[in-house]
């Protein structure tokens, strides 16, 4: 149990600090998050020793290694870039403009929700398999999260947690009401955060 939670600890740091460079390099935040990926590499370097792990728990491990690798990697390169600045015509396209465009697609997205969630516009996914939607079910822990933070909550679950509850809710309305997917939404009244999950038509 220990390492399973070490694991969801170290996914959640890791989608927090994916979002945190995504907000850096999209201008939204003057400094780089130190102290996130001093976390993720702390958590890394603690898990690392795979003797205590089944196979499952390794091949997420894994996973999770080799994810962070190819987005330290990136990371890096568009902090030379950015901290440097454009001094060959290729850096315009490899470097901070041409490497974050999806970042910046998404980063653009975040701040839709973000600013959506201000007017108390209801973030929403449709879900089906969590298994095969986790990057929905990802984004809806994260809107779910910033909302309860704003709030002033500061319990939230781990994404581990919130994917088996998605994945429930979800068996339990597919076979209530016989529909393909189920939407889920985080919806904010009043200062309470609430998420709401309904048959989608």
């Known amino acids: 149990m220990a390492i399973d939670d070490d694991l969801a600890q170290l996914e959640d740091n890791l989608r927090r600090l994916k979002i945190e460079y995504d907000v850096y390099f999209g201008g939204g935040s003057k400094k780089p998050p130190v102290e996130t990926e001093w976390k993720v590499k702390n958590l890394l370097k603690k898990a690392s020793d795979g003797t205590r792990m089944n196979y ?104 581990d947690s919130f994917k088996k509850f998605v994945r429930q809710k979800t068996a339990q309305l597919r076979k209530e009401y016989g529909c393909q997917a189920v939407e889920f939404s985080v919806d904010i009244s009043d200062g309470d955060v609430k998420l709401k999950a309904k048959a989608k038509t």
């Open 56 to 159: 499952a728990q390794r091949y997420r491990f894994t996973t999770l290694q080799q994810r962070f690798a190819l987005h330290n990697a990136l990371w890096q390169q568009k902090l030379i870039i950015k901290e440097e600045g454009y001094r060959r015509p290729q850096d315009q396209v490899y470097g901070i403009q041409g490497l974050r465009i999806e970042q910046e697609h998404e980063a653009k997205k975040a701040l839709s929700h973000h600013a959506k969630a201000k007017e108390d516009e209801p973030f929403s996914i449709a879900c089906s398999d969590v298994d095969a939607d986790h990057s929905k079910v990802e984004s809806l822990f994260t809107a779910l999260t910033q909302a309860r933070e704003k709030s002033g909550d500061k319990n939230s679950p781990s994404l």
